[in-house]
């Protein structure tokens, strides 16, 4: 029997309950905003794997890590630790990859992503995305506490519950536009289906992996979204090491001379 080439599949590889988990979109985006999000989050709560997606559209690599295969599409479960009053915390679930999808994938990857939220019972959605903004006048990445000061996030819901309870009170709304790839389609469904998906783009450069607007995202789900909020401490240190650790390897796959190194090298983009 022939596979659909655009058909998509989840497979969970451990039975978890996430019911009512908050559900982070981790494909790659403008600055790469969205993936140095989920991997920052899957690092620091030490999440686990806990499903894999598959479809004959993505490409044909295995990721090695500690000598163990992986798929290019993973997903993880995991949550903050209890608070001192030893209440329990968000559970937190992250769609992760090392490739953007085709175009002709887009559509139904997102279709069964949001199928699978809702059938787990999932509360909702964010799907980080980066915002272009001009680059520094003087040429090369702007100065690190500019940045960190400067950087704006602006917000987008797929139901207007949403867009009152988390957009308006927290950030500006993003009024015009238009958000393409995975987060528009996710956009778009979650308004047919009245189930909340939330965008927040941080202004960020896009030529090359930006910690920094992946960090204010963080940031800002930490500060709207959780109960028992991350440690703030570490977050900006560590997404700028996830950005080097992104540099290194396309600075590897460029000296390979592999065109389509980001998607096919041989080592991991990130984790």
């Not at 908050?22 to 989920?38: Q, Y």
């Not at 000061?149 to 238009?178: C, H, Q, W």
């Amino acid at each position: 029997m022939t596979i659909p080439p655009d058909q998509v599949r989840i497979y969970e590889v451990k039975r978890v309950d996430v019911e009512g988990a908050i559900v982070i979109d981790g494909f790659p985006s403008v600055g790469l905003v969205s993936s140095i999000v989920a991997n920052y989050l899957i690092d620091t709560l030490e999440m686990q794997q806990i499903g894999i997606v598959e479809s004959p559209a993505f490409p044909t690599v295995s990721l090695i890590r500690n000598g163990d295969p992986q798929h290019p599409v993973r997903i993880y479960a995991g949550r903050p630790p209890a608070d001192r009053a030893g209440r329990g915390a968000d559970k937190i679930v992250a769609f992760v990859s090392e490739f953007h999808p085709a175009p002709t994938v887009i559509h139904p990857l997102a279709t069964a992503i949001l199928d699978w939220v809702q059938e787990q019972r999932c509360s909702l959605l964010v799907s980080p995305e980066g915002l272009v903004v001009e680059a520094s006048p003087h040429g090369g990445k702007p100065a690190r506490g500019a940045r960190l000061n400067d950087v704006r996030v602006y917000g987008v819901a797929s139901t207007r519950k949403a867009r009152e309870l988390y957009i308006e009170p927290n950030m500006s709304p993003f009024a015009e536009g238009v958000i393409t790839g995975i987060a528009g389609v996710l956009l778009n469904e979650g308004r047919r289906r009245g189930f909340d998906v939330l965008t927040f783009l941080a202004e960020a450069q896009s030529d090359y992996p930006d910690a920094r607007a992946a960090a204010k995202v963080i940031e800002t789900i930490n500060q709207i979204l959780l109960r028992t909020p991350l440690d703030p401490v570490p977050l900006y240190a560590e997404a700028e090491r996830i950005e080097q650790q992104l540099l290194s390897i396309q600075r590897h796959a460029a000296e390979r001379g592999r065109g389509d190194a980001p998607t096919q090298s041989s080592q991991p983009m990130y984790r």
